[in-house]
C-alpha cells in the first residue's frame, strides 16, 4: 500500500568564488571598454527587439452554421461521446486550414468547439480560436487575415463539412473571456501563458525521477493535508466542490474538518488551498483486499477555474483501453522507496498492463479484481509511489484528459514484476454519479 510520509528539505551550503585581481594597461583599457560598450549595445537592440517583436496571445470567438449534418440531442451535451467526436471532427478541420498560414509572423495554435446548437439547415458551432502575432499586430488586422485564409480554404479546399460563408462571424476576445468559455469543457492543460499544451511523450519518472511537472499542465491534480501533518496523499478535481481520491488515503482520520486541499505545481506554496467539507468513503472498502479502494471529497467553497486549477474528465463506464496504452501518472510522492514527499509535482508516463498479465503467480497472483488496473512497465523502474496515494492516471484522447484509474496500491515501488495497481474509474462511475450527480 502507498502511504503518506512526511516532507523534508535538504539544506545547500553557500558556494564562495574567489575573485581574481587583474591588471590592466592605458590603451588595453581603452580597447575593452569600447568592446564592453559595443556588447552593451548590440544586447540592448536584441533585448528591445524582443520586447517589441514578442509574440502575444490573440483569442477569437467564431460563429458559423455547417449545413451538411443533422443535430443530435447529445450535441448538447459535452462530456457526450457525440459532442467529443463532433468537436474534434470541427476543430481537426480548423487545424487543417489555419495551420500552415504564418501571414504576418503569426502562428495558429489551438482551437476548441464550445457550443453545437440547432438549426433548421443544419448544426450552428461556437468555438474559440487561438492564435500567436507579434504583439505590434493589432486584433483587428489579424481578424481580416483570418477572415481571408478561411475563405480561401473553403473555396480551394475539399472539407469534410460545409461551412455557409455568409454565416461566418468573428469576434476578438480576451483571454479572461477565452477562459470561461473554454473551461466549460473539462480534461484541457493550460500553461501560465493560458495556451493549451500539447500532449506530452516525456518519460520522466516519479521514483527515481528528476524532471517536475509545470505550472498548469496536470490543473486537476490535488494535494489531500492533514492540518497540522501536510501531504498524506493526492486527489483529481472533477468538479469544482469534488475530488476523487483513494478510499484508504483516510484510514486514519475520516474527520472533513482535519483536512484541507491543495492546487498547484508546489505544496508550498500553494496556488489555491480549501478546507474540506464532506468526504464518502465506499461503502464496501475492504482495506485487507484493497477492493473498493475509492473516496470523495467535498470542498467546503468551490474553485474557480483557471490556467492552474481544472476538472479532469469522467471517462464512459464502457470505456476499455488496450495493453500498453499510455497513460500518465502524477502526484508529490516520494522519488525512491521510502523517500521524503517531493514538494514539486512529478509526472510518469507508464502503460496499461492487462489484469491477466497481472494476476500471474509471478506478478499478483490472483489478487487484482474487476475493480482494479494495473499500470507500470514489467521491468519496473517507472511507477507511482508512497504518497501518490490517491491521485490521477489519466490518458489523452486528442488532448482531452481522461481519469482512467487512482493511485491505490503495490508492491514496493517500481518492482520488476510489481507494477502499480489504480482503481479502475469506468468501474464506479455509477457510484461516483450517485453521490455527486457528475
Known sequence: MYAPIEFSEADYPEVHYQRRQQFWDPIRLALFTLAIVAIIGIAIGIVTHFVVEDDKSFYYLASFKVTNIKYKENYGVRPSREFTERSHQIERMMSRIFRHDTTGGGRFIKSHVVRI???????????????????????????????????????????????????????????????????????????????????????????????????????????????????????????????????????????????IVTFGSTITPPAVQRRVGRIILHENYRKETNENDIALAQLSTRVEFSNIVQRVCLPDSFIKLPPKTSVFVTGFGSIVDDGPTQNKLRQARVETISTDVCNRKDVYDGLITSGMLCAGFMEGKVDACKGDSGGPLVYDNRDIWYLIGIVSWGQSCALPKKPGVYTRVTQYRSWIASKTGI
Not at 462571424?169 to 473539462?186: E, F, G, P, Q, Y
Not at 500532449?199 to 496536470?218: D, F, H, Y
Request: aromatic share 6%.
Open 117 to 259: 446548437s440547432p438549426d433548421e439547415h443544419g448544426v450552428n458551432i461556437v468555438m474559440v480560436l487561438m492564435f500567436q502575432y507579434p504583439s505590434s499586430s493589432s486584433a483587428e488586422r489579424i481578424k481580416k487575415k483570418i477572415e481571408k485564409t478561411l475563405y480561401q480554404s473553403l473555396k480551394t479546399k475539399q472539407m469534410p463539412l460545409t461551412i455557409n460563408k455568409s454565416s461566418f462571424t468573428l469576434t476578438s476576445i480576451d483571454s479572461k473571456k477565452m477562459r470561461n468559455l473554454v473551461n466549460s469543457r473539462c480534461g484541457i492543460r493550460m500553461t501560465s501563458s493560458n495556451m493549451p499544451l500539447p500532449a506530452s511523450s516525456s518519460t520522466e519518472r516519479i521514483v527515481q525521477g528528476q524532471e517536475t511537472a509545470l505550472e498548469g499542465e496536470w490543473p486537476w491534480q490535488a494535494s489531500l493535508q492533514l492540518i497540522g501533518a501536510g501531504h498524506q496523499c493526492g486527489a483529481s478535481l472533477i468538479s469544482n466542490t469534488w475530488l476523487l481520491t483513494a478510499a484508504h488515503c483516510f484510514r486514519k482520520n475520516k474527520d472533513p474538518r482535519q483536512w
